[in-house]
């Protein structure tokens, strides 16, 4: 089982539409959870941080995050074709802090 | 806030030439540093992690003796890729965190060319 799973795609949706993304964990001791935009040939960008079970809304992004099922997810409302890029989820790895990616979910938003 | 600085972006060199990457955290103290290597098409692969004023912590399979990494001050980390040939080539990213559980922000990264 892979540390950080999340589903290839691509994750085609008109422009407008809300845009989700899974991902789960292995790790049940995670402590911090976060979702990265890479655009190609860039670096990636962090767009939410999330540490509690509940929802976590910034604009037109709310994370979700359940312990319990070891799950996260990002909504993106109002999908624009700028949203298109590669969505990282990551999660803090105790206790060497290091971050583990999930390998990302190709989002195509269509005009 | 929580702007790194990475630089130069791009470096094209002969084989057998040494290259430093500079990571520069602007507007806050970065107790560790990071260093990923990114192939095409592929995820992000961490290199190493790097305390100032301690010694860098490799994955496995990183050579330390080719990545060189000094972490001289809370705001500078730099990697030297000694003696570099076109498999090196690669983008590399750097990336910085305040402290434990907190995110990384990351570089913009530095594409490297070994012809």
């Known amino acids: 089982q892979k540390e950080v799973e999340q589903n290839s795609g691509p994750l085609s949706v008109p422009e407008g539409a809300i845009a989700s993304l899974n991902c789960t964990y292995s790790d049940r001791g995670s402590q911090s959870f976060f979702w990265y935009r890479q655009y190609s040939g860039k670096s990636p960008e962090l767009i939410m941080s999330?540490?509690?079970?509940g929802d976590k809304e910034d604009g037109r992004f709310t994370a979700q995050l359940n312990k319990a099922s070891q799950y996260v997810s990002l909504l993106i409302r109002d999908s624009q074709p700028s949203d298109s890029a590669t969505y990282l989820c990551a999660v803090i790895k105790v206790p060497r802090q290091k971050l583990v990616f999930g390998t990302g979910t190709r989002l195509l938003v269509s005009p | 806030g929580a702007v790194v600085s990475q630089h130069p972006s791009w470096v094209i060199c002969k084989s057998g030439t040494s290259v430093k990457i500079e990571c520069r955290s602007l507007?806050?103290?970065?107790?560790?540093m990071f260093w990923y290597r990114q192939f095409p098409k592929q995820s992000l692969m961490l290199m190493a992690t790097?305390?100032?004023?301690?010694?860098?912590?490799?994955e496995q399979g990183v050579e330390k003796d080719k990545f060189l990494i000094n972490h001289a001050s809370l705001t500078l980390s730099t990697l030297t890729v000694t003696s570099a040939h076109p498999e090196d080539s690669s983008f590399y990213i750097c990336s910085a965190s305040i402290g434990s559980n907190q995110p990384q922000h990351f570089g913009d990264g530095t594409r490297l060319s070994i012809l």
């Open positions: 507007d806050f103290q970065a107790t560790t």
């Open positions: 790097s305390n100032e004023g301690s010694k860098a912590t490799y």
């Open positions: 999330i540490y509690s079970n």
